[in-house]
């Protein structure tokens, strides 16, 4: 079984930064893209950012030239920094990752369990 396990959210004042990790860990042959999502109050989930496991990535227009995703296919991490915070990025941040368990199976589409990331006025 594989669990993805999200850290570094919190409540920053808008102007700051945070920088969101997701360490997926288990049975875990390898991992296509990981993408980070997020669902405010009264809102439907929607994607901030993806990563391929080459490296592509694309991002939702309202973060662009603010948040950058990386990961480390070592680790099986994915991280998200976020800079220049504003108070509508308020939200519970979502990673997902496509996760191959062993060589031959069909990636399972797997999610961590959230993290707030809170930003004041």
């Known amino acids: 079984q594989v669990q993805l396990v999200e850290s570094g959210g919190g409540l920053v004042q808008a102007g700051g930064s945070l920088r969101l990790s997701c360490a997926a860990s288990g049975r875990i042959f390898s991992i296509d893209a990981m993408g980070w999502y997020r669902q405010a109050p009264g809102k439907q989930r929607e994607l901030v950012a993806a990563i391929t496991s080459g490296g592509h990535t694309n991002y939702v227009d309202s973060v662009k030239g603010r948040f950058t995703i990386s990961r480390d296919n070592a680790k099986n991490t994915a991280y998200l920094q976020m800079s220049s915070l504003k108070p509508e990025d308020t939200a519970v941040y979502y990673c997902?990752?496509?996760?191959?368990?062993?060589?031959?199976?069909?990636?399972?589409?797997?999610w961590g369990q959230g993290t707030q990331v809170t930003v004041s006025s």
């Open positions: 997902n990752a496509d996760v191959t368990e062993k060589l031959g199976l069909i990636p399972l589409e797997c």
